[in-house]
């Protein structure tokens, strides 16, 4: 797939070898590029995350001191086939969530977070649900 046609966003990441292997092993992201420490990029369908550690360019002060940081409360949004079936699974795998399964007009989300507490979004439609 073309770069063109993938969508990027960037987290900050405090431990960019964890990050790896939380996006990997736990939601089946496939690596890109892997700089170590400082920077690794991992891609699920069209999706390209972009995890920049604190030795990465990203990471610097701005000009006014401030310093890019993990977590708040925007997410990637994953979508999912069966929720309760996915929240059992990293579960058991020691992954962190935020909160239960939540369900709306929409569907079933939960939040989970990466190992420096970016939120990622386990999102099932309702379509796939059975309900209209």
């Not at 690794?40 to 000009?63: I, T």
């Not at 977590?71 to 994953?78: A, E, F, P, S, V």
């Not at 909160?99 to 420096?116: E, H, M, R």
Request: hydrophobic content about 45%; proline content about 8%.
């Amino acid at each position: 797939m073309a770069d063109n046609e993938m969508v990027s966003v960037r987290y900050i990441v405090d431990d960019v070898p964890k990050a790896l292997e939380f996006y990997t092993r736990l939601l089946g992201f496939e690596v890109l590029t892997n700089f170590g420490t400082a920077f690794a990029d991992v891609a699920r369908g069209r999706l390209r995350l972009l995890l920049s550690g604190p030795q990465s360019s990203a990471a610097r002060p701005m000009p006014d001191g401030a310093k890019p940081v993990p977590g708040g409360w925007n997410r990637i949004h994953l979508i999912v086939d069966d929720i309760e079936a996915e929240v059992a699974r990293l579960r058991a795998a020691g992954a962190p969530f935020r909160n239960d399964i939540l369900s709306g007009p929409g569907g079933k989300q939960v939040l989970i977070q990466d190992p420096s507490g970016n939120m990622v979004e386990l999102f099932q439609p309702a379509a796939t649900l059975g309900t209209p």
